[in-house]
């Protein structure tokens, strides 16, 4: 094999496809379902499956439409995700939005990692570079071997809770949960935004994240 062809199977190894048998997976899907961190793809007759883990995230997404053309493949399944990690607890959110109250009229920035070894939470906060009413620049957190950025929360101060461009531009490489909380020190309470980052998407959560809430 020449470089160029090791390198090209290199890659395509790190991300594999496989088709699904016509009855059930088969064990090389089976392997990617149970990975603790990679992802790849199954093709089924009604879709292209996402597979997606990490030590703390299970996530299948549908992200091709059921093939038109005739092929002897089983089905892929519905799109779901899991927190392999368990719900977060309450007091982590609470701390967090208490920190981004004591920020204003600044934007804030606050981390849920968790440790895989004990698997405990912790909240963490990152190195600010830059931090006003409307912007805010900060660094992702180095993380060791059983530490994994779960949620990256974000403050818009008093103004509303969205995802902006910036926010896109930030997430679109990582595997998170995202969240924005706006409207802080407002008489009403503060609104929020989440969504999971995953494979180049932005994915709605099917349930909140934390512990508590009553669709967790
Ligand atoms: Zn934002």
Redesign the pocket.
């Known amino acids: 094999m020449s470089a160029m062809d090791q390198t090209a199977a290199a890659i395509l190894a790190a991300v594999p496809c496989h088709p699904v048998p016509p009855l059930g997976s088969s064990p090389a899907i089976d392997a990617l379902r149970d990975a603790s961190a990679g992802h790849g793809l199954a093709i089924g007759r009604d879709g292209v499956m996402l597979i997606l883990r990490r030590p703390w995230l299970e996530v299948d997404a549908l992200i091709a439409p059921p093939l038109a053309a005739h092929v002897p493949y089983g089905d892929v399944g519905g799109s779901r995700a899991t927190l392999r990690c368990g719900v977060i607890p309450r007091e982590c959110l609470d701390w967090i939005v208490a920190s981004f109250v004591e920020a204003l009229p600044d934007e804030a920035a606050a981390l849920v990692i968790w440790n895989e070894r004990d698997r405990r939470f912790t909240v963490e906060f990152p190195e600010i570079d830059e931090a006003t009413p409307s912007r805010?620049v900060y660094r992702p957190p180095v993380l060791g071997p059983d530490r994994h950025l779960v949620l990256d929360a974000?403050s818009?101060g008093r103004g509303a809770a969205f995802?902006?461009g910036?926010?896109d531009a930030d997430d679109v490489h990582a595997t998170k949960i995202a969240l924005?909380v706006g409207r802080l020190g407002h008489p009403d309470g503060p609104v929020m935004a989440s969504r999971l980052c995953a494979g180049g998407m932005f994915l709605p959560l099917p349930r909140s994240p934390f512990a508590g809430d009553p669709d967790a």
Do not use: G, M, P, Y
């Open positions: 805010l974000h818009h995802f902006s910036t926010d924005v």
